[in-house]
């Protein structure tokens, strides 16, 4: 800043603020916290030649990236934001499998219910969907080796329940 209150930065290194202080426009004085954290994980000096090696339109992108990686290395010292990732891919997975289930187990109460309706077409999404599911985990709903019989199976609890 230059002016009577130095930023941040310059506040936790315990030095004067100069008026070309490349932390200044990013760090502000009554936010110390993140430049702390950004600091602690990253180094002043760091940071100092990353800002300064960006173009000026590009700075504040970075530092937000800077403060949301530190952030997520002092959460989870090991993965950091990659475990952040990685958690958000395998939850995503499992909702899919999860609406996968649901799907195969509407399809199944809507054939015991109609069994002689045609199935309707389904979208591009839902096929890419239904393409791209392991279908070990869902449950077989009919017991194709006896046609005539009115029993379903679910292979995860191997048992049958009589209709």
């Known amino acids: 800043m230059g002016g009577s209150s130095p930023c941040a930065s310059c506040k936790l290194l315990r030095r004067r603020c100069a008026k070309d202080c490349i932390f200044a426009p990013y760090f502000p004085s009554d936010d110390p916290h993140k430049f702390s954290i950004v600091h602690k994980v990253f180094g002043a000096s760091n940071v100092s030649k990353m800002l300064q090696e960006l173009p000026i339109h590009q700075r504040a992108d970075a530092v937000s990236s800077l403060v949301y990686e530190a952030n997520a290395r002092v959460r989870d010292p090991v993965y950091g934001c990659v475990g952040a990732i990685s958690y958000l891919q395998n939850q995503v997975s499992q909702l899919q499998m999860q609406l996968a289930v649901a799907q195969a187990e509407i399809l199944c109460i809507q054939m015991q ?15 890419s969907l239904l393409l791209s599911t392991n279908f070990n985990n869902i449950p077989q709903c009919f017991n194709f080796a006896s046609s005539s019989s009115n029993v379903i199976q679910d292979p995860l609890k191997r048992e049958s329940l009589w209709i």
């Open 113 to 127: 219910q109609e069994p002689n309706l045609p199935i309707t077409q389904m979208d591009q999404d839902e096929q």
